[in-house]
């Protein structure tokens, strides 16, 4: 039985360009290379990483695969693609199994399913014991509506659906299958973000306890599950050894929170002499200075923040948790320790005012961070972010439909304030954090070899072009 694993893409390739594309993260597809871990050994499984791809040279692949269960992993931004992949399927073979997984239909199950005629299940949350038990139920003829994590049709357009199930021991779930995947030179992360190729990502633990209002992960990961620092330690020594690997990023949702746990993974790294510099993600109320000194001796050499604003009256209507104080503090522990901070900060919130976005701008220039990315918001479904968008009447059950699909226009501005004064934010957030004289003779101090100076040129070029566009 043939398998097919595809990652939609947020949007298919073609002659335009995005001006912020050269710039933006390229990750591979881990999830559907976690799912081809776990069938390997009961199905011919391939996967197909769709990003890059024109449309036309992704359905010739479908049809020269001719599978007998295609897998689609999509996000909120690229769902509508996904059904233009499912549909794809369908008409070359009508009796294909076509499965949809991801944070898309973990958020939005019973309304994707309305709305996608061509998918004929969907996968809730983690999926992996449940691709696994789909997969080889179908391979055996038996019946798989009794699985849980799972919605679908029961009979017509009527949906059930199978809440999820216990989940798998992490440590217990294969590592990733690298080799099914494209060449990790194929794969960039955004020039800020890394410092050695080529580099890849390690998802060390899953889960967030916190409950911001624009993310959905605490919705079906409320608590973090963590896999044993060995097991972490052995996929990046693998990587290391059988892939060159000279750089990892720690895709966890919150990486730098439990700090005993994260301690004994840097331990690892240093017993086993791992030639690897990584980077994960932290929060401002849980970074101390011995902690970021442990970080640093473990081969961290960049932590990021998600700030969001520079108002403290936006960070509560967000339910961040966090201090601007907390903020500075983490940054300057990072900074004694020699660790670079990269910060996120989203312009648009519903509630915000002008003054609350300038506040952002100027507290992401006063903060010390080393590099901010801004973004506009975006309700995304499952979030009380998006219940509160529905309330006040900027969209229904099935706004996300109707979103830019790369995501470059605001989703959800302040209705006193108009998108183009939201666009012209997002232009001068960038244009005055990083156009400083100063911001540019700090860059050129910490450039050290050919590879600094490309991710530098890339990601000026992509400013440029963005702020003059």
């Known amino acids: ?93 009508k009796d294909v199994l076509t499965i949809l997984g991801g944070p898309h239909i973990t ?24 691709f696994k038990e789909l997969v080889i139920r179908h391979k055996q003829g038996q019946g798989w509506r009794n699985i849980s ?30 080799r099914l995947l494209p060449s990790f030179k194929n794969y960039s992360f955004n020039p800020s973000a890394y410092r050695r190729k080529p580099h890849c990502i390690v998802i060390a633990s899953r889960g967030c306890p916190y409950k911001c209002i624009f993310c959905h992960v605490s919705r079906f990961r409320p608590t973090i599950r963590f896999r044993s620092p060995k097991n972490v330690a052995d996929e990046i020594e693998y990587l290391v050894n059988n892939f060159g690997i000279k750089e990892i990023r720690f895709g966890d949702e919150l990486f730098a929170v439990n700090k005993k746990w994260a301690s004994q993974i840097c331990e690892e790294i240093k017993s086993r002499k791992l030639n690897i510099v990584w980077t994960c993600e932290a929060r401002a109320d849980s970074m101390t200075p011995e902690f970021a000194q442990t970080l640093k001796k473990g081969g961290c050499w960049q932590i990021t923040m998600g700030v969001e604003s520079g108002s403290a009256q936006v960070l509560k209507k967000i339910k961040k948790g966090i201090t601007l104080q907390q903020v500075k503090n983490t940054v300057n522990y990072a900074h004694r320790a020699g660790l670079s901070v990269r910060a996120f900060f989203m312009i648009g919130f519903p509630f915000e005012s002008r003054e609350d976005i300038k506040k952002t701008i100027r507290f992401a220039m006063q903060s010390g961070v080393d590099y901010a990315s801004f973004g506009y918001v975006v309700p995304f479904p499952g979030t009380e972010l998006y219940q509160m968008c529905m309330r006040e009447g900027y ?66 070029k992509a400013l440029i072009k963005f702020n003059t566009s």
């Not at 992490?170 to 690298?178: A, T, V």
Request: glycine letters at 6%; hydrophobic letters at 40%.
């Open 107 to 130: 958020a939005a199950p019973e309304e994707s399913m309305e709305i996608f005629t061509d998918i004929d299940i969907g996968v809730i949350g983690d999926g992996e014991s449940v």
């Open 1 to 93: 039985m043939k398998t097919l694993l595809i990652h939609a893409p947020i949007f298919f390739r073609t002659d335009k360009r995005n001006l912020l594309e050269d710039i933006a993260n390229a990750a591979p597809p881990l999830g559907l290379a976690y799912l081809a871990s776990m069938v390997k050994d009961d199905v011919d499984v391939k996967v197909i990483d769709a990003q890059g791809l024109t449309e036309k040279e992704l359905k010739e692949r479908v049809l020269q695969e001719n599978a007998d269960i295609v897998g689609i992993s999509a996000t909120s931004a690229s769902a509508k693609n996904a059904q233009r992949i499912a549909q794809m399927a369908k008409r070359h073979n």
């Open 395 to 460: 969209f229904d059950k099935f706004g996300w439909m109707n979103f830019d699909s790369t995501l470059n226009r605001p989703g959800c501005a302040p209705k006193d304030i108009t998108e183009k004064e939201i666009r012209m934010f997002l232009k001068q957030a960038y244009r005055r954090f990083y156009f400083r004289p100063a911001y540019w003779a700090r860059l050129a101090g910490r450039i050290r070899n050919v590879e600094d100076v490309r991710r530098v040129f890339r990601g000026a």
């Open 149 to 178: 994590g799972i919605v679908y049709r029961d009979g017509g357009s009527n949906l059930k659906l199978n809440q999820p199930g216990e989940l798998m021991p992490l440590d217990e779930i294969p590592f990733p299958s690298w």
